[in-house]
């Protein structure tokens, strides 16, 4: 794995609730090649400053420095054509559900064509909301123990670091560029695209706001699975524009 690989890997934190957790994760990512961190509305505000972050990381204080804070999910996702979000929790609608070793797959494929990969976990209790888990093109979960398949926030980042470390640096059959990968809309333009969905729908009178059921998250996994391409985005906001114009 060279660095210009590794610095097309993103590593999301979400609302991560103990300094120690962010100061491990800062920690593994540096032993396995990696730097990107992210760290998204955590329950303290400079979370990569406090005493425990600082001891935990170790020689990585270098990372957490790096590290950037934000109260978004969405916008840290921007450049991301991949974003694949880890939980173990099934959930009845959200993005396709996929393994490790297909993940791993899809992460060499989009890294080898020159496109930005996001990694996103979620708060030690509880893992991954659904409102965020809205915003992966994927579900993956990792191969544990089913009676007892929790790990360790730093636990579980570090599994994946290491492992992806390990597939980046074998030979891969992906031949860079050769896969000519589909400009894939990133997760921030497919929200703002289901939005004004959202709005269209309502102006047709399709959508009740006061009742609105499962429609947009119906709708959501549907694109999800879809994958949907930048210009697919500009033909949906379209159709969106035509509905509000009939308001």
């Not at 659904?130 to 123990?145: M, P, Y």
């Not at 729908?201 to 994958?227: C, N, T, V, W």
Request: net charge neutral; proline share 5%; hydrophobic share 45%.
């Amino acid at each position: 794995m060279n660095t210009a690989e590794a610095n097309l890997i993103r590593w999301a934190l979400v609302e991560t609730s103990h300094p120690g957790n962010v100061g491990s994760a800062a920690r593994a990512l540096k032993t396995m090649g990696f730097s990107d961190l992210r760290l998204i509305n955590p329950k303290v505000k400079g979370i990569a400053q406090e005493p425990e972050a600082i001891a935990l990381a170790s020689g990585a204080g270098d990372v957490l420095a790096t590290s950037q804070e934000s109260n978004s999910l969405e916008s840290s996702l921007q450049d991301c054509s991949l974003v694949l979000g880890l939980t173990s929790r099934d959930r009845e609608f959200g993005p396709p559900p996929i393994d490790w070793a297909s993940a791993r797959a899809l992460i060499q494929e989009t890294v080898a064509n020159h496109r930005r990969v996001a990694m996103v976990f979620g708060t030690e209790r509880t893992g991954l909301e659904n409102e965020h888990l809205a915003l992966c093109t994927h579900r993956v979960w990792l191969d544990a123990n089913p009676a007892y398949p929790s790990l360790n926030l730093a636990q579980a980042l570090m599994v994946c670091a290491f492992t992806l470390r390990e597939a980046l640096s074998k030979p891969s059959s992906v031949t860079q560029g050769a896969q000519d990968l589909p400009d894939y809309a990133d997760p921030a333009a497919v929200a703002a695209m289901l939005e004004h969905w959202r709005e269209g729908l309502e102006a047709i009178g399709y959508l009740d706001p006061s009742h609105p059921k499962k429609l947009m998250a119906r709708l959501q996994a549907l694109f999800s699975r879809s994958r949907l391409h930048k210009e697919e985005i500009d033909l949906l906001r379209g159709i969106a524009k035509q509905m509000l114009l009939r308001k």
